[in-house]
């Protein structure tokens, strides 16, 4: 219950005219602002949310555009009490109307004249809009109502919300804070911060459109949330204190009701619909009675009709995923096929216009539920089935998702967000991972990390650093807003991370030692050996390892065997071949290990459960970095594959992987060696709890056959050539789809699991 107040205010423009710098803050035409927001919300509507929903041609599009013209018009000439306003809305309809047709016109030039509605809104708000999207919070006691105009969805989890001014703009606006349409700025920055809490995500930017169609865009940060309640302060109106209310407790009534009567008036322009109990998870009905069902046939085409309940039309889409619930329960997944507008006259409340808009939906039966799993439907008979939101355990059976594991992020479907949990045993079978710079892939790894470590019977990381990306882990969280995130998928934020960093640089004090390796992967760090010497070289560290059993040796101390193997006749060598093992031991890289005057690091305190160690070689020569990352592999190969040693998982982290094998060993017999490596690596560690997660961003420069190695794969944003190269994990549309997608976001398909899906990493730095 909302305790009351003696100011409570009703509105944000109420709040603000209450202040003593907004005395004239009203709007002296109110009938006026309140017409003409209608007409704008209703031509938006109709044009590009109702009727040819799907392909249609530009010419039919833009005939269709002029009709809605017309007909608004016409009806606002028609009512006496709203006729003076005509030329105002005849310019204001000009302008909407001119604005959509340029835009469809851009689209179907380059496709034949042929456009989808839905694109042309996509292009013209930069997302999904919806029209007087409400919500109110409570400011210190007073509940404070939200109402925008617009509200678009970015498809990223931000939003942009634009408020319609039917006033004109007076001229350029430098610096809206010096001007006299600063009452616009404040208020519309406080509906942005109101509907970030309300709804969970976060505001891009603030429109402000004045009549007729002319737009100011202002980036929303936290500069201008706190502009906006420095500006309620200031003008005596305490706002230390927010806390979100539902309207429900606001208004004293259910959220998303509809009444009988709304129903009923509903009937008469459309005999078909039907009053049904209605619930929050309930979207509409099949439209079937008793005396005419619909029956479901194997190997035909199945659609099922129906209606969607009043008010609910904003909260489904084409392409969701929906439950049909049949009167004995049973339950059929659906995949939303079309939903079309019509209207019939009512005479309960009406819009401006006197119509309410009813939509019908045609479904496409996928999955019948059961409880020994999904399967394909069978033949039946449904009868009034009601339509509903799938429930989560439906929706991770239908994706084939785990409903438990390792929260990796989330992905969205029919309006909700659902967390994308990984089974910790993927770990264990190979991850790839790519995505050009500045799509999310380091900060996905970060998240990775610290969300694995974090489970019971968490494995040891170590994360191959090479850029200088990962130093940051220690302080996570760095803000509010990540210590947020952090809780939301519930990990520790209390800066508890058991994290260690070991900085490798030329002059450092610290080095490789061969000590915890087996000598026979020296061969991986002499690429130069031609394959004859590479085979004498590899039978005389097998006999120095038979000779001295079970002996750990030094770089300096396997050399000198070496040299001392290769003078014996038994071999016989010929002087090239000896001449280039000499020469392949005194290569400059190999004087990473055991230099004279050094500490070598302890690769042992890594297998710690739930430890990270940061492995930093941002200071190194590219065959350098090259060097470490090789002689990690070799390092967990000994400990984890050969004796499997630790008694817990073990998850390496190879960020830009591609250094691996550069182009100086493309094709050569080096490589392959190293790719057999790998693959050794990826199936006899998976038996082991030992993984390996390989980054890049090219992926078109990885071998193709890393990639097979791995049984999950993520795609962030890939442009060009790269989206034909993994052409065999994603199909066309998918492809297509990659090449936008948002930062943050990635596909992500495990072998044997589930089919590609799109996520949305958490951003936690």
């Not at 809305?89 to 030039?109: G, P, Q, R, S, Y």
């Not at 030094?554 to 040299?563: K, M, N, P, Q, S």
Request: charged share 25%.
């Amino acid at each position: 219950m909302v305790e009351k107040v003696n100011k409570n205010y009703s509105s944000v423009s109420k709040l603000l005219g209450k202040t003593s710098r907004l005395q004239n803050y009203s709007i002296k035409h109110n009938k006026r602002g309140k017409v003409l927001h209608n007409i704008r919300a209703h031509f938006l509507q109709e044009a590009l949310k109702t009727g040819y929903r799907n392909k249609t041609s530009y010419t039919i599009f833009c005939q269709r555009i002029r009709e809605i013209y017309n007909k608004i018009l016409a009806e606002i000439r028609s009512n006496n009490s709203i006729n003076y306003l005509y030329r105002d809305a005849n310019i204001l309809l000009k302008a909407l109307m001119k604005d959509v047709t340029t835009k469809a016109k851009e689209i179907a030039k380059s496709n034949n004249w042929n456009l989808i509605p839905q694109k042309v809104e996509k292009d013209l708000f930069g997302g999904i809009i919806s029209f007087e999207q409400e919500e109110s919070i409570e400011i210190d006691g007073m509940i404070i109502n939200a109402r925008v105009d617009d509200f678009i969805e970015l498809g990223s989890g931000n939003f942009i919300v634009r408020e319609f001014k039917s006033y004109q703009l007076d001229g350029e606006i430098p610096d809206i804070r010096e001007s006299a349409y600063y009452k616009d700025f404040i208020q519309i920055c406080l509906y942005a911060f109101i509907l970030q809490e309300t709804r969970g995500q976060l505001c891009s930017f603030i429109e402000l459109v004045y009549y007729p169609n002319k737009v100011l865009r202002y980036e929303f940060s936290e500069t201008q949330r706190n502009l906006a309640l420095d500006y309620i302060r200031d003008n005596s109106i305490e706002a230390l204190d927010f806390r979100v209310v539902s309207k429900s407790e606001i208004h004293h009534e259910e959220p998303n009701s509809i009444s009988e009567e709304n129903i009923n008036n509903a009937n008469k322009s459309h005999s078909k619909i039907k009053a049904h109990e209605i619930d929050d998870l309930s979207f509409g009905y099949i439209n079937t009675v008793r005396e005419k069902p619909l029956t479901l046939i194997n190997g035909k085409p199945n659609k099922l009709e129906g209606y969607l309940y009043i008010g609910k039309a904003e909260f489904v889409k084409d392409g969701d995923l929906v439950a049909v619930e049949r009167q004995d329960g049973l339950r059929i997944i659906c995949l939303v096929e079309e939903i079309k507008c019509y209207q019939g006259n009512v005479s309960g409340e009406t819009t401006v216009f006197g119509v309410e808009k009813i939509f019908k939906i045609k479904l496409n039966p996928i999955w019948e539920l059961r409880l020994e799993g999904p399967r394909e439907p069978r033949p039946q008979t449904i009868v009034q089935g009601k339509i509903t939101k799938l429930t989560d355990p439906e929706f991770y059976q239908f994706k084939k998702i785990p409903y438990h594991g390792i929260p990796f992020g989330s992905l969205s479907e029919l309006n909700q967000d659902y967390q994308y949990n990984f089974d910790p045993v993927l770990l264990y079978q190979g991850i790839f991972m790519g995505g050009t710079q500045g799509t999310g892939k380091t900060s996905a790894l970060r998240f990775i990390s610290l969300a694995s470590v974090q489970q019971e019977g968490a494995p040891a990381i170590v994360i191959y650093d090479a850029e200088n990306e990962f130093t940051n882990l220690c302080t996570i969280p760095s803000s509010k807003k990540s210590k947020k995130t952090m809780e939301k998928y519930g990990l520790d934020t209390s800066h508890n991370h058991n994290i260690q960093q070991i900085n490798l640089s030329e002059d450092g004090n610290q080095c490789l030692t061969f000590t915890y390796i087996d000598p026979l992967h020296l061969l991986l760090f002499m690429h130069e050996l031609a394959p004859v010497s590479y085979s004498m070289l590899k039978r005389i560290l097998q006999d120095i390892k038979n000779c001295y059993k079970n002996q750990e040796f030094t770089f300096l101390e396997l050399r000198d065997h070496i040299l001392t193997f290769i003078s014996d006749p038994r071999y016989r060598l010929t002087t090239q071949v000896r001449d280039a093992i000499w020469r392949g031991l005194q290569s400059i890289t190999l004087d990473m290990f055991d230099r004279p005057e050094t500490m070598p690091i302890n690769v042992l305190e890594m297998f710690e459960s739930g430890k990270i160690t940061i492995i930093n070689t941002y200071n190194l020569s590219d065959e350098q970095q090259r060097i470490v990352a090789l002689y990690l592999l070799a390092v967990f190969h000994k400990y984890k594959i050969k004796r499997d040693a630790y008694n817990l998982g073990v998850f390496f982290i190879i960020d830009e992987v591609q250094r691996l094998l550069p182009s100086i060993l493309s094709s050569s017999e080096h490589q392959k060696r190293i790719i057999h490596f790998l693959s050794e690596t990826q199936h006899r560690g998976r038996k082991r709890n030992y993984g390996v997660i390989y980054a890049t961003q090219h992926p078109k420069d990885m071998k193709k056959e890393i990639v097979d190695l791995c049984n999950t794969k993520i795609f962030f944003q890939i442009q060009g050539s790269g989206c034909e190269y993994i052409k065999e994990y994603l199909n066309k549309g998918q492809r297509e789809q990659l090449k936008q997608l948002p930062e943050g976001y990635a596909f992500i398909l495990s072998k044997g699991k589930h089919d590609p899906v799109v996520i949305k990493f958490p951003l936690i730095n």
